[in-house]
C-alpha cells in the first residue's frame, strides 16, 4: 500500500552537513567539488516528511512518551543502487509498508516486526535508490 | 579497483576514536531523526533502559559506509545492507573491518561483495553488513 510520496531535493549544503555527521570527508560529498550523497544520505529524507513525528514542535509531546507504552527500534537496513543520488537533483520518495511478523523475545513478550519500504525517483522517473528499513516494537513488558 | 584488497582479505579502520553527545546531536541536525532516544537522557534510561542516549542506528551505518566506499567509490555501489546488534553510547569507540568475500562476473562488469564488521572498543558487535558493488571488468 503507498502511503506518501515526498519531493526530496538534493542540496549541497545538507549533502555536506549529512558527509560531516556520518564522518566522512570524502570530497566527492563537501565542498564546490561535490557531485554525489553518501550511501545512506536517503535516511534524510525525514527532513521532508509532512508530520514526521520526531521533529519537535513547541507545546507537542514525543509520541508514545506515556510511561509503559512501547518503543520502536530500527532493527536492520537495505539499500539497493542503480546509482548514487546527485546533488542538486531532485527525488521523489514513495513510501509503502512491507512485510511484518512476530516473534518472542527472550524476555517472553512479543516482538513485532514490521518493513518500511521507500523508492527513491528521479527525475525521469526511474527507481535509483530502494530503501527497507525492518523496524521492531518493543512491548512494555520489554 | 579495490586497493589493494585481494578476495579473503581483510582491512580494519578506526572509524571513531570516541562517540560524543555532539556526534549523536549532529546526525539528528543533519538526518532529521530527534528520536529523544538520541538526546534525551531521562527518556533514554527511564523510558527505554538504556545505560544513556544511544547513536541512531543509522550513523553507525552511515559512518561504517566508509569501509566500502573508501575502497570502491560511491557510483559503484549496488546493495549496502546491514543489522544493528547493540547501542552505541557516549564515550565508545568504534572500529570497522571490511573483507572482500568474492568476486562474480556481471553483464556489464564484475560484481565485488563485501562483509563489514563494526566494533565497540569492548570488541563487541554493533553492526554487521553486506555491500556489493560493480566494478569494470
Redesign the interface.
Known amino acids: 500500500m503507498l502511503v506518501a510520496e515526498i519531493r526530496f531535493p538534493v542540496d549541497p549544503v545538507?549533502v555536506m552537513?549529512?558527509a560531516?555527521?556520518?564522518?566522512?570527508d570524502?570530497p566527492?560529498y563537501c565542498g564546490e567539488g561535490a557531485v554525489?550523497a553518501?550511501?545512506?544520505f536517503t535516511?534524510?529524507?525525514?527532513?521532508f516528511?509532512p508530520g514526521?513525528p520526531?521533529?519537535?514542535r513547541p507545546g507537542e509531546p514525543?509520541p508514545a512518551?506515556a510511561?509503559g507504552s512501547t518503543?520502536v527500534?530500527?532493527?536492520?537496513?537495505?539499500?539497493?543502487?542503480?546509482?548514487?543520488v546527485r546533488v542538486g537533483e531532485v527525488l521523489v520518495a514513495r513510501k509503502r509498508t512491507g512485510n511484518s511478523w512476530q516473534k518472542p523475545s527472550r524476555a517472553g513478550g512479543v516482538l513485532s516486526f514490521r518493513e518500511i519500504v521507500t523508492d527513491f525517483y528521479d527525475g525521469n522517473d526511474a527507481v535509483i535508490v530502494s530503501s527497507v528499513a525492518v523496524e521492531v516494537e518493543l512491548g512494555a513488558d520489554? | 579497483m579495490t586497493g589493494t584488497l585481494a578476495p579473503g582479505c581483510s582491512r580494519t579502520v578506526l572509524l571513531h576514536p570516541e562517540i560524543s553527545r555532539a556526534t549523536i546531536v549532529q546526525y539528528a541536525g543533519a538526518s532529521g531523526d530527534y528520536n529523544p532516544l538520541h538526546h534525551d537522557e531521562p527518556y533514554a534510561v527511564e523510558r527505554a533502559g538504556y545505560s544513556s542516549v544511544i547513536a541512531h542506528g543509522m550513523f553507525t551505518m552511515g559512518l561504517s559506509a566508509r569501509l566500502v566506499t573508501d575502497l570502491v567509490g560511491v557510483e559503484s555501489l549496488r546493495e549496502y545492507a546491514g543489522r544493528f546488534h547493540a547501542p552505541v553510547v557516549p564515550g565508545d569507540a568504534l572500529t570497522g573491518t571490511v573483507t572482500l568475500t568474492g568476486t562474480t562476473p556481471s553483464a556489464t562488469g564484475v560484481l565485488h561483495c563485501f562483509e563489514v564488521q563494526t566494533l565497540n572498543q569492548h570488541g563487541q558487535l554493533i553492526f554487521s553488513g553486506t555491500a556489493v558493488a560493480e566494478l569494470p571488468a
Open positions: 545538507h552537513l549529512f560531516r555527521a556520518v564522518c566522512d570524502n566527492a554525489v553518501p550511501p545512506t535516511e534524510a529524507l525525514q527532513q516528511i514526521y520526531w521533529r519537535p514525543w512518551s510511561k518503543v527500534l530500527h532493527a536492520e537496513q537495505r539499500f539497493t543502487y542503480t546509482r548514487p520489554r
